[in-house]
C-alpha cells in the first residue's frame, strides 16, 4: 500500500505523507476497496446508488446515505451524521460496490434510519478534526495513568475523537468485567468532554494498531482480513506444526490466523491418508507409524523391538498391508517393500558458473609465524649445504701441507 505523496525523498529515504492513515487518495490507508467499477458507467436510466461508505480512525467503516445526492468521490471529507452533533469521515467507497459492500456486512440498503451525509467537511471542521486528532495520544496517555491509579485490570489501547470534539471513544481490553464508572467520571472532569467506554478483543485491538508479523509484512488484519474465524491447536497439528507457543502466537496473543489459509488444502489431503495411530502387522513384528509427509505421500514405520531403524512405505503400499491385514494375512517384512522406494536425488543446483563455495569463509586463515619458521629453516638448510664443500677444501689443503713437510724433513734427512 502506498499514495504518491508516500513516493522516495533524497538518498533513496522514504518520505511518507505522514497523515497519519487520513491520506486523501486512500492508497495508505487500511482494509481500503478498489473500486474496479469507476471507469464504467451506468446504463441508461439507472441511478446510482444513493449510499457512501465513509471511514473514520483506523478500520472503523460504516455506511451512510447522500440524500443531499452530493457528487462524492472516493477520499472526499465529508461529515455525517452522529448520535450528537456530526462526526468527520472520509469516503472510501461509492457506487454499486457499495451495495456489494453491505450485502457482505449484512447491512439492509433498504433501512430508512441509515444515517446521512450532511455535507462536505468545510475548513472549519478540518482544522477542528485534525486538532482534536492531535490531542488523542495526550489523552490516552493520561487515562491510562488515571486508570492504574484506581487500580483497574484493563488496558486503554486507542482513542477516537468526534469530529467535533464534543466526544471521545476509548477503546479498552481486559480479561474480566471493569467496572470504570468512577474512571469515566474522572476523565470527565479531566478532558472536559462527554465519554464512551468500548471493549474490544485482542484480534481487533492488534487490527486498530497495526504492525509487522513474524513474516516481515504488514499484520493480515489490519490490511485486508475483516472477518476474525476462530483458530484452534487442531490446526497446527493437522500442518505437522511443533505446537510451540511463541512461534504459533500473533501480537495479539491468540493463534495466528493464517494458520487457517492452508487449513483446507491439508484437510483434502488427509482424507485417504493412513492415521498416525496406524499398526501392521508382519511376521517379523509388529510396525509403528513415526512420522508423515503428507505431500509426498510417504510413511515412515519401524519395528516395535527396533525403533531406531525406520523403514520408508507409500500411502498405497501401506493400505495394500493393511487390506491383508484385514483379512488376517501377515506381510513377511517391510524390507520388500522398501526395496522399491529407493529414488536416487537430483541435483538442483550445479555450479556451473565457477562460484566459489559458501563456506571458503570458514576455513581458519593461517598464521604467519608458521611461514616465518619455515623460511628460516629453509635458510639454515642452504647455509649448511653451502658449507659442506667449504669444509671438504680446507681439509684437502691441510692434507697437502702435511705431506709437503713430510716431504721437506726426508730430503734434510738425506743431506745431512
Not at 491439508?266 to 495411530?277: G, H, N, V, W
Not at 491385514?325 to 506381510?331: F, L, Q, W
Amino acid at each position: 500500500m502506498g499514495c504518491s505523496s508516500c513516493s522516495t525523498a533524497k538518498d533513496g529515504q522514504p518520505r511518507g505523507c505522514k497523515n497519519n492513515g487520513t491520506c486523501g487518495t486512500d492508497g495508505c490507508n487500511k482494509l481500503t476497496v478498489f473500486d474496479w467499477l469507476s471507469n464504467m458507467s451506468l446504463p441508461s436510466g439507472e441511478k446510482p446508488f444513493d449510499c457512501v461508505e465513509v471511514r473514520f480512525k483506523n478500520s472503523r467503516k460504516e455506511f451512510f446515505r447522500n440524500t443531499e445526492n452530493l457528487s462524492l468521490s472516493i477520499g472526499d471529507v465529508v461529515a455525517t451524521q452522529a448520535q450528537s452533533g456530526h462526526d468527520i469521515g472520509m469516503v472510501t467507497l461509492v457506487g454499486e460496490l457499495v451495495k456489494v459492500q453491505m450485502k457482505r456486512k449484512k447491512v439492509d440498503a433498504q433501512d430508512k434510519s441509515l444515517a446521512k451525509v450532511y455535507r462536505k467537511a468545510t475548513q472549519n471542521d478540518i482544522d477542528k478534526w485534525q486538532k482534536c486528532r492531535d490531542r488523542e495520544e495526550e489523552i490516552k496517555k493520561r487515562a491510562r495513568e488515571i486508570a492504574i491509579i484506581l487500580k483497574l485490570q484493563m488496558k486503554i489501547s486507542d482513542v477516537e475523537f468526534q469530529g467535533d470534539g464534543s466526544k471521545a471513544t476509548f477503546y479498552y481490553t481486559a480479561e474480566e468485567r471493569v467496572d470504570f464508572r468512577q474512571l469515566i467520571k474522572d476523565m470527565a472532569k479531566a478532558f472536559g468532554i462527554r465519554i464512551e467506554m468500548r471493549q474490544i478483543g485482542y484480534r481487533q485491538e492488534a487490527q486498530r494498531l497495526g504492525g509487522i508479523g513474524s513474516c516481515g509484512r504488514e499484520l493480515c488484519c489490519s490490511t485486508w482480513l475483516t472477518d476474525f474465524r476462530s483458530v484452534s491447536t487442531s490446526a497446527a497439528r493437522y500442518q505437522q506444526l511443533s505446537l510451540n507457543p511463541q512461534k504459533l502466537a500473533g501480537q495479539c496473543g491468540k493463534l495466528k490466523c493464517c494458520l487457517n489459509y492452508e487449513l483446507d488444502m491439508y484437510l483434502e489431503a488427509l482424507k485417504d491418508f493412513p492415521s498416525t495411530d496406524t499398526k501392521l502387522f508382519t511376521e517379523k513384528g509388529l510396525a509403528y507409524c513415526q512420522k508423515t509427509d503428507i505431500f509426498k505421500e510417504l510413511l515412515w514405520f519401524s519395528y516395535k523391538e527396533d525403533p531406531s531403524n525406520w523403514h520408508v512405505l507409500t500411502k498405497e503400499q501401506v493400505h495394500e498391508i493393511l487390506e491383508k491385514n484385514k483379512k488376517k494375512e501377515k506381510v513377511s517384512s517391510l524390507e520388500e517393500y522398501t526395496a522399491d522406494n529407493f529414488v536416487k536425488e537430483e541435483k538442483v543446483f550445479e555450479n556451473v558458473v565457477g562460484q566459489d563455495s559458501l563456506t571458503r569463509f570458514d576455513r581458519p586463515k593461517k598464521s604467519r609465524n608458521r611461514k616465518r619458521n619455515r623460511n628460516r629453516k629453509n635458510k639454515s638448510g642452504n647455509a649448511k649445504v653451502q658449507t659442506q664443500p667449504n669444509n671438504q677444501n680446507n681439509q684437502n689443503k691441510g692434507n697437502q701441507t702435511k705431506n709437503k713437510r713430510r716431504n721437506n724433513k726426508k730430503r734434510r734427512q738425506k743431506n745431512g
